[in-house]
């Protein structure tokens, strides 16, 4: 059966906006039939109450058991950043040792600790103690601008650094390292039969999701200026 009808989707507004929202783009290009209805927030809905068909969540741990169907989509991170007038004035860390030598700046939710960054890397788990933060702010858009603006190295979900990372406007640091893995899944609620639209959809993010963050591993890293001889 084509996909037809009314498609309510639920997902965090940052994640949805980097990534959901093309998805529904390309989506729609395949079965135009579909009419699409985005709703992006922090809120989590409950699917049955609310009405929605879908809700893309992310999360650290597996799902308590909610009734809900619980489909993996991929894996994601977050990764230190900077600016390349930062780097081009402090030197570019080589180890998560040097980020001592550096304005550090916090992000303060409950994805992160507040006192410290676990880096994953080539040598396990790191742990590096954050000193007192010039900036803080929950928000990771407003984090981005602040490091876009020379402030420090901070850490940034990879879907909200991705257009600045790829524009050339912040650069990975330590990119051999990364944080706060993070589960992407498609919710859905249980039923006998599955409508046509919801299983096109599921099926279209578990392809376009994986795809879309595999390139973001393109993007340029703090190597870039390794020819003008700042390493630390």
């Known amino acids: 059966m084509q996909p037809s009808g009314r498609l309510r989707v639920h997902a965090t507004a940052s994640f949805g906006q980097h990534y959901v929202m093309p998805a529904v783009l390309r989506y729609q290009e395949l079965f135009p039939q579909v009419s699409v209805e985005l709703t992006l927030s922090q809120h989590v809905p409950d699917l049955i109450e609310e009405g929605y068909d879908v809700s893309i969540h992310l999360g650290a741990t597996e799902l308590p058991d909610s009734g809900l169907v619980s489909v993996p989509v991929a894996k994601t991170c977050n990764v230190l950043c900077a600016s390349p007038s930062y780097l081009t004035r402090h030197g570019i860390p080589s180890t998560v040792a040097d980020l001592a030598a550096h304005t550090c700046m916090r992000t303060s939710s409950p994805v992160f600790p507040q006192s410290r960054w676990n880096l994953d890397g080539p040598h396990g788990t790191e742990t590096f103690e954050l000193p007192p933060s010039p900036f803080q702010v929950n928000v990771a858009e407003a984090m981005a601008l602040a490091l876009r603006d020379g402030r420090g190295i901070g850490a940034l979900p990879l879907w909200t650094a991705m257009p600045w990372l790829r524009n050339g406007t912040l650069l990975r640091v330590l990119p ?14 249980s039923r006998e039969y599955l409508d046509a639209k919801i299983r096109s959809w599921v099926d279209f993010l578990q392809d376009f999701i994986p795809q879309t963050l595999d390139e973001s591993d393109m993007a340029p890293t703090a190597s870039v200026l390794a020819d003008a001889d700042l390493t630390m």
């Not at 051999?176 to 609620?189: A, D, F, P, S």
Request: charged letters at 20%; aromatic letters at 8%.
């Open 176 to 189: 051999t390292h990364r944080m706060n893995e993070t589960h992407i899944r498609v919710l859905y609620v």
